[in-house]
Every structure is written in structure tokens, then in C-alpha cells.
T-cell receptor, first 111, second 114 residues
Framework: GAGVSQSPRYKVAKRGQDVALRCDPISGHVSLFWYQQALGQGPEFLTY????????KSGLPSDRFFAERPEGSVSTLKIQRTQQEDSAVYLC?????????FGQGTRLTVV | QQQVKQSPQSLIVQKGGISIINCAYENTAFDYFPWYQQFPGKGPALLIAIRPDVSEKKEGRFTISFNKSAKQFSLHIMDSQPGDSATYFCAASKEGTSYGKLTFGQGTILTVHP
């Protein structure tokens, strides 16, 4: 595709519900990142994949957060037992050389 | 921890004026300093970036000034236009042996009045 695609664009979850957020990176991009952007803040790193290998998950806030990229293309960020503090925009980025290309994000609201 | 500090939090400029946004970093291992522009409902988009071996980089109306000894860098937008109204983020990363994980500043909301 022309850019990084994320779905859904918006997600409302009841507290305790599990959610899955999808990222389709730019074709051929080896590197894929997930960031969390709280309202009025800059994005914060969650995790990094090189192809299918998750090389860094140091930014995941708790063991309720899990990410995968099984075939080295599409990635899914899963949040189990959502809490109100998980409400944020979740951004996916794929990278070519030094430039990271971001998707539009998924806005997650936990009620 | 806040490794990249950005100021001001918001900025209002008249059309044709100069917008200046400042950032300071702590980690001397950072070696790549991009600026991102974000419009409401969109993801951040790369605007301009600099490496620490140069003190200034200019692309059109956008200029990055870099002061390695002070660990500071700034974005200057010349001839600011209403279409420049957006949120701007500075960022920093370690390239080379690292994979380019970005550390972002808190963002500056720029409003350019016509």
C-alpha cells in the first residue's frame, strides 16, 4: 500500500475487555515499531520488530500488553484486561533507512 | 524519564513571522535528531532531520540549528503560514548499532494566525 495502515481507527472498550490493534506496514519495510501517544503528549516507544523477531519490548507497560508479527509483515498489538490508563492513541511505524513512516493510529478509549 | 525536553508547549505566530521551537536532550549517545509534524487525527510525519556532525540544516522554510556542546537543537519556521498550524515534535535516536527507536519531546502546538 501507499502508507502504513492501522485498524480500527477508533476503538471503545469496556474496562476488562481484550482488544487487538492491527498494523499493515509499508511493503518491504523490515523494521516496525509500536508507540503509545497519550493525550497532549509525544509518542512513547512500546516495542520493535525486525521482520518477525521482536527485538525490543522494553516499553510495554505491563504483561497485559503483547505484540506479534508472525510473518514479518502485519503486526498486531493486543491488550488484555484493558484499564482506563490504557486509553491513548496507538501508533505503528515502519522504517526505511533512517525515516520512520507512521500510520494514523488507533484511538483506544477504555470506559 | 524525560530524555528530550521541548519548549514552548504552545506558540502563536502571525502569518509571515518566524516560529522557533527548542529541544534539549540528555543522552549523548543520540546521533539522529528529527522533527515531526502532526495534524489532528493523523500520525506524525517527518519534516526535517539532522545529525550532530553539522550545526545547521535548511530545507525550504524549515531550518534545524544544532548545538552539540549544549545538547540543544531547535526548529525555525520562516515565513510561517496558516497551513503550518500543527503540533511539532522533536525526537532523538541512536542509529548505528541501534535500530532507531525514537524518543520524543512533549510537543509544541503551533497556531499561525492569518
Amino acid at each position: 500500500g501507499a502508507g502504513v495502515s492501522q485498524s480500527p481507527r477508533y476503538k471503545v472498550a469496556k474496562r476488562g475487555q481484550d482488544v487487538a490493534l492491527r498494523c499493515d506496514p509499508i511493503s518491504g519495510h523490515v523494521s516496525l515499531f509500536w508507540y503509545q501517544q497519550a493525550l497532549g503528549q509525544g509518542p512513547e516507544f512500546l516495542t520493535y520488530f525486525q521482520n518477525e523477531a521482536q527485538l525490543d519490548k522494553s516499553g510495554l507497560p505491563s504483561d497485559r500488553f503483547f505484540a506479534e508479527r508472525p510473518e514479518g509483515s502485519v503486526s498486531t498489538l493486543k491488550i488484555q484486561r484493558t484499564q482506563q490508563e490504557d486509553s491513548a492513541v496507538y501508533l505503528c511505524a515502519s522504517r526505511q533507512n533512517t525515516e520512520a513512516f507512521f500510520g494514523q493510529g488507533t484511538r483506544l478509549t477504555v470506559v | 524519564q524525560q530524555q528530550v525536553k521541548q519548549s514552548p508547549q504552545s506558540l502563536i505566530v502571525q502569518k509571515g513571522g518566524i516560529s522557533i521551537i527548542n529541544c534539549a536532550y540528555e543522552n549523548t549517545a543520540f546521533d539522529y535528531f528529527p522533527w515531526y509534524q502532526q495534524f489532528p487525527g493523523k500520525g506524525p510525519a517527518l519534516l526535517i532531520a539532522i545529525r550532530p556532525d553539522v550545526s545547521e540544516k535548511k530545507e525550504g522554510r524549515f531550518t534545524i540549528s544544532f548545538n552539540k556542546s549544549a545538547k540543544q537543537f531547535s526548529l525555525h519556521i520562516m515565513d510561517s503560514q496558516p497551513g503550518d498550524s500543527a503540533t511539532y515534535f522533536c525526537a532523538a535516536s541512536k542509529e548505528g548499532t541501534s535500530y532507531g527507536k525514537l524518543t520524543f519531546g512533549q510537543g509544541t502546538i503551533l497556531t499561525v494566525h492569518p
